[in-house]
């Protein structure tokens, strides 16, 4: 979203099913995927910053605490842990 037009910034198309909301956090915007993949997408250049595998297919939404982003998938374990700037 242009925030000052409140058009179109710019979108980006999977070739996936996303299974969770996106948390937009360091200028990032962190998707999850039926894959089990974690994907942080930079709004300023539109590219991929970082792409995380998690244990299973994420079924939640991504959270931020303490500079991590977590989210839970199915296998074990249960909770991944990844830091917001990346791997």
Not at 6 to 22: D, M, N, R, V
Not at 44 to 53: A, K
Not at 73 to 87: E, F, V
């Amino acid at each position: 979203l242009n925030l000052s037009d409140g058009g179109l910034a710019w979108q980006q198309t999977p070739g996936e099913a996303i299974t969770s909301s996106p948390v937009i956090v360091d200028g990032r915007v962190v998707l999850g995927f039926e894959s089990g993949q974690l994907i942080a997408y930079n709004l300023e250049t539109r590219s991929v910053d970082w792409d995380e595998p998690a244990a299973g297919p994420i079924l939640s939404d991504p959270v931020v605490a303490g500079g991590q982003v977590i989210v839970a998938a199915t296998g074990d374990p249960i909770w991944n842990y990844l830091p917001a700037s990346g791997g």
